[in-house]
């Protein structure tokens, strides 16, 4: 009998939660690790300015396909998702500009565990990984 008391107070508390309140829910929520993290993985253009040098690249998974984008020095274009319950996110994309071409997979299950926030940038020499820390490593270079 005292349940029934309580689901309708439970109720009214929720509804009564600021929206700061709300938002705070929502960020610890957020922040548990499990199958359903959020990644964002940033392709960064960090190409010297210049004629010519906006950088062309092709992302895609199994299930999306983001289309070809232009970058131009010091634009960032990101994306987020949540892998799945069951099997893993691969992310692969195709850079070319000019003459030069990369393809590489910019998430694969091996990064998972490296970052939650993945950036990739573009360089003259070659593409420099990161997590959220922003120390960049060299991992491939244009063709």
């Not at 009214?12 to 929520?29: G, N, V, Y």
């Not at 993985?41 to 010297?48: A, P």
């Not at 691969?90 to 071409?101: A, W």
Request: charged share 25%.
């Amino acid at each position: 009998m005292m349940n029934y008391f309580l689901v309708p107070l439970f109720i009214l508390a929720f509804f009564s939660l600021t929206q700061a309140e709300k938002h705070e829910i929502d960020d610890r929520i957020e922040a548990i690790s499990g199958p359903f993290v959020k990644y964002t993985i940033h392709i960064v253009n960090g190409l010297t300015p210049k004629p010519g040098s906006p950088v062309q690249f092709h992302c895609q998974s199994d299930d999306d396909d983001l289309g070809v984008k232009f970058l131009k020095p010091g634009e960032d274009f990101n994306w987020s998702f949540r892998e799945p319950l069951i099997g893993s996110t691969l992310f692969f994309c195709s850079f070319s500009r000019g003459q030069q071409s990369a393809s590489f997979d910019v998430f694969n299950h091996d990064l998972d565990d490296q970052c939650k926030q993945c950036y990739w940038l573009v360089k003259e020499d070659g593409f420099y990984f990161s997590d959220s820390t922003k120390l960049y490593q060299r991992r491939y270079n244009w063709k």
